[in-house]
């Protein structure tokens, strides 16, 4: 069994590292060829544009992991079974169970590693992403206007809609200038014509506006609506970069960008959020019932304060900062989030601080019962928790669902590949494409489904996996009756069955 193990994991080798190369390879030049015209356009150099495409192989190997394992088990096992192996395994006594056996193991191993990359290594590469699309999204925003759509000018507070763009020369017409920096002031430019362009130290952009007028309100004492026209005028762009610069401070991770330890931290202050939500309710409502009683309503306890956030402590959690802090050398410690280390800062209490007074009794007769508005507000705190907690736990059961799919993947495609021995490479890519194609529906819309509230999150991220796990064995268990592998064949003795299906025995004696 030893030597048949390591036999059946050599065939399945070459297959996975091809199709995993393709794969990744197919889907990066498709994401080369809708990205490429966008970047070169706002003259970035090639080293950014190299790191942004760098930067996306990640999301593809995410997707492509599984999807390799999936074409490498239907191949190799198209192939054991077309040279008649398979029958030769039967023969020599080994069964469906024992050729599983490696090819699981394996499934299993692909797995954890594939949970370990998407869990540490594709947040990481996420957020770096999603920083250097903000700060490239700062540079030239005159490539990246669209005629007739109301356009916001980073880092302004100005918006600006053309009917016409020239990207090369940067002439606009019909140009409308929409001022809201000021609470005090709204001003509405209109112009004929303009014209952009950059001052020598290419920071600033200079938009020139030809024939045009200007309509200002201020929200004074006194309201006043002021009109001027003007046959040329200038408006300076403070800080739109011509030249990319690299920003050092990192934009907020959302889900997609943490790792599964910060998402289960999330997941922890929502549910404080929801107790703090409950008691706040029962207070409300015990409150009321005192007052209807006649009786003076009890003082309300004070706030807890806000929900901490931060890395879970959980094993799984723990186990990995260790191991981090191994590799740091053991001097690192364990580091909490910036929201956790804020909140930290704005509950710690300094030694001799005076203790908070009391809240004060009820004064007699100003007892009043809780209004609809804080009752709601109260109940629509609870729902966003809930919601922001369902969308965070969804995260969390697709980073492992998405790992671990190559096991019904394999189970699935070992059965296809006995049933369908002759199926060569239609096989693999038409059976390979149509079992990832369900999975990833199914993937998408429980995803969806369980962001809405209407499924669990746990139930929506593991269908898939279930469907196709019940699929597999179904498979392999008519597989294992029929004993060898020639009543298999190709596709098409499928097709010809559901078209013209075998007719039912003939009665004895007939």
Same mark, same amino acid.
């Given at each position: 069994m030893r030597v048949l193990s390591r036999y059946l994991l050599r065939q399945l080798a070459l297959p996975f590292l091809f199709g995993l190369l393709a794969l990744t390879g197919v889907m990066l030049l498709n994401l080369i060829g809708r990205k490429f015209g966008s970047l070169v356009g706002k003259g970035l150099p090639w080293s950014v544009i190299g790191e942004v495409f760098l930067l996306?192989?990640?999301?593809?190997?995410?997707?492509?992991?599984?999807?390799? !394992? +999936?074409?490498?088990?239907?191949?190799?096992?198209?192939?054991? =079974?077309?040279?008649?192996?398979? &029958?030769?395994?039967?023969?020599? $006594? !080994?069964?469906?169970? $024992?050729?599983?056996?490696?090819?699981? #193991?394996? =499934? !299993?191993?692909?797995?954890?590693?594939?949970?370990?990359?998407?869990?540490?290594?594709l947040p990481r590469s996420n957020a770096r992403l999603r920083n250097l699309y903000f700060d490239i999204a700062k540079k030239k925003p005159t490539f990246s206007? +669209?005629?007739?759509?109301i356009n916001r000018v980073p880092p302004s507070q100005y918006f600006l809609r053309a009917s016409r763009i020239d990207p090369g020369s940067g002439r606009l017409r019909s140009v409308s200038i929409y001022d809201v920096g000021q609470?005090?002031?709204?001003?509405?430019?209109?112009?004929?014509?303009?014209?952009?362009?950059?001052?020598?130290? $290419?920071?600033?952009l200079i938009l020139r506006l030809f024939h045009?007028?200007?309509?200002?309100?201020?929200?004074?004492?006194?309201?006043?609506?002021?009109?001027?026209?003007?046959?040329?005028?200038?408006?300076?762009?403070?800080?739109?970069?011509?030249?990319?610069?690299?920003?050092?401070?990192?934009?907020?991770?959302?889900?997609?960008?943490? &790792?599964?330890?910060?998402l289960m931290g999330v997941v922890d202050s929502t549910r404080?959020?929801?107790?703090? =939500?409950?008691?706040?309710?029962?207070?409300?409502?015990?409150s009321d019932v005192q007052i209807l009683l006649g009786r003076p309503p009890q003082p309300a306890p004070?706030?807890?304060?806000?929900?901490?956030? $931060? %890395?879970?402590?959980?094993?799984?959690?723990?186990?990995?900062?260790?191991?981090?802090?191994? !590799?740091?050398?053991? &001097?690192?410690? %364990?580091?909490?989030? =910036?929201?956790?280390?804020?909140?930290?800062?704005?509950?710690?209490?300094?030694?001799?601080?005076?203790a908070a007074p009391a809240p004060a009794a009820p004064i007699a007769?100003? #007892?009043?019962?809780?209004?609809?508005?804080?009752?709601?507000?109260?109940r629509e705190r609870e729902q966003n928790a809930a919601r922001r907690g369902n969308r965070y736990r969804v995260e969390i059961h697709k980073k492992w669902s998405l790992s671990f799919a190559s096991i019904p993947f394999v189970l699935i495609a070992v059965a296809m590949a006995l049933r369908f021995p002759r199926g060569g490479m239609?096989?693999?890519?038409?059976?390979?494409?149509f079992v990832y194609a369900v999975f990833y529906v199914g993937l998408t819309a429980g995803e969806t489904l369980a962001d809405r509230g209407y499924a669990s999150p746990a139930l929506a991220m593991w269908s898939p996996n279930i469907v196709l796990g019940a699929l597999a064995i179904a498979g392999l268990l008519l597989v294992h009756r029929a004993g060898g592998t020639s009543r298999g064949g190709e596709f098409a003795d499928l097709l010809r069955r559901v078209r013209r299906p075998t007719p039912p025995p003939a009665a004895p004696g007939r």
């Amino acid at each position: 069994m030893r030597v048949l193990s390591r036999y059946l994991l050599r065939q399945l080798a070459l297959p996975f590292l091809f199709g995993l190369l393709a794969l990744t390879g197919v889907m990066l030049l498709n994401l080369i060829g809708r990205k490429f015209g966008s970047l070169v356009g706002k003259g970035l150099p090639w080293s950014v544009i190299g790191e942004v495409f760098l930067l996306s192989v990640p999301f593809l190997l995410a997707m492509t992991l599984p999807l390799a !394992v +999936l074409a490498a088990t239907l191949y190799a096992f198209s192939q054991l =079974a077309n040279d008649s192996e398979i &029958t030769a395994m039967r023969a020599g $006594g !080994v069964s469906t169970v $024992g050729m599983l056996r490696p090819v699981l #193991a394996w =499934a !299993v191993v692909m797995g954890l590693v594939t949970f370990g990359f998407v869990d540490q290594v594709l947040p990481r590469s996420n957020a770096r992403l999603r920083n250097l699309y903000f700060d490239i999204a700062k540079k030239k925003p005159t490539f990246s206007l +669209l005629e007739n759509v109301i356009n916001r000018v980073p880092p302004s507070q100005y918006f600006l809609r053309a009917s016409r763009i020239d990207p090369g020369s940067g002439r606009l017409r019909s140009v409308s200038i929409y001022d809201v920096g000021q609470t005090e002031r709204r001003r509405i430019i209109y112009a004929d014509s303009g014209l952009m362009g950059y001052t020598p130290d $290419g920071r600033d952009l200079i938009l020139r506006l030809f024939h045009g007028s200007v309509e200002q309100v201020t929200s004074a004492d006194r309201p006043l609506l002021e009109h001027t026209t003007f046959s040329t005028q200038e408006i300076v762009f403070k800080d739109v970069f011509d030249q990319l610069e690299r920003s050092e401070e990192q934009l907020d991770r959302g889900d997609r960008e943490m &790792t599964s330890c910060e998402l289960m931290g999330v997941v922890d202050s929502t549910r404080q959020e929801i107790r703090e =939500a409950r008691a706040q309710r029962a207070d409300l409502t015990r409150s009321d019932v005192q007052i209807l009683l006649g009786r003076p309503p009890q003082p309300a306890p004070p706030p807890s304060g806000t929900a901490r956030q $931060g %890395p879970y402590r959980g094993a799984y959690c723990g186990a990995f900062a260790a191991i981090s802090r191994a !590799v740091r050398g053991g &001097t690192a410690k %364990p580091e909490g989030t =910036a929201q956790e280390a804020q909140v930290a800062a704005s509950t710690e209490v300094a030694p001799n601080a005076p203790a908070a007074p009391a809240p004060a009794a009820p004064i007699a007769g100003a #007892a009043r019962l809780s209004d609809n508005g804080t009752v709601a507000s109260v109940r629509e705190r609870e729902q966003n928790a809930a919601r922001r907690g369902n969308r965070y736990r969804v995260e969390i059961h697709k980073k492992w669902s998405l790992s671990f799919a190559s096991i019904p993947f394999v189970l699935i495609a070992v059965a296809m590949a006995l049933r369908f021995p002759r199926g060569g490479m239609g096989l693999v890519l038409g059976g390979g494409m149509f079992v990832y194609a369900v999975f990833y529906v199914g993937l998408t819309a429980g995803e969806t489904l369980a962001d809405r509230g209407y499924a669990s999150p746990a139930l929506a991220m593991w269908s898939p996996n279930i469907v196709l796990g019940a699929l597999a064995i179904a498979g392999l268990l008519l597989v294992h009756r029929a004993g060898g592998t020639s009543r298999g064949g190709e596709f098409a003795d499928l097709l010809r069955r559901v078209r013209r299906p075998t007719p039912p025995p003939a009665a004895p004696g007939r």
